[in-house]
């Protein structure tokens, strides 16, 4: 089975940026990035397809957040620009076994999950 670790959350300050890094243990056909903020559901963020030729992201981060795929080291990075308070959050990286050749927006569509990694950003 894939084994997911997130890495890179902190405490910004708001307008600032942050970069998270997901590696995962085996192939994976399709990657994302979820988040829970307090009180509210898991949402989702971004998600990229293995070729990284199909990407897609919540209209909430769409301009500010890029993600991307190294392959050969089995990592997806998520850059996280201009942040502002809410994006504060859980953010929690996904992956999926089963093939597909287009990113995935929904959690029932991901095999395995990484503990998740905390994001706070401040005014």
């Known amino acids: 089975q894939v084994q997911v670790v997130e890495s890179g959350g902190g405490s910004v300050q708001a307008g600032g940026s942050l970069t998270l890094s997901c590696a995962a243990s085996g192939r994976t056909f399709g990657m994302g990035w979820f988040r829970q903020a307090p009180g509210k559901d898991r949402e989702f963020v971004a998600a990229?397809?293995?070729?990284?030729?199909?990407?897609d992201y919540a209209d909430s981060v769409k301009g500010r957040f890029t993600i991307s795929r190294d392959n050969a080291e089995n990592t997806v990075l998520l850059q996280m620009n201009s942040l502002n308070p809410e994006d504060t959050a859980v953010y929690y990286c996904?992956?999926?076994?089963?093939?597909?050749?287009?990113?995935?927006?929904?959690?029932?569509?991901?095999?395995?999950w990484g503990q998740g990694t905390q994001v706070t950003v401040s005014s």
């Open positions: 996904a992956a999926r076994t089963r093939f597909t050749r287009l990113a995935r927006t929904r959690s029932s569509e991901y095999d395995f």
């Open positions: 990229i397809s293995w070729a990284g030729s199909s990407s």
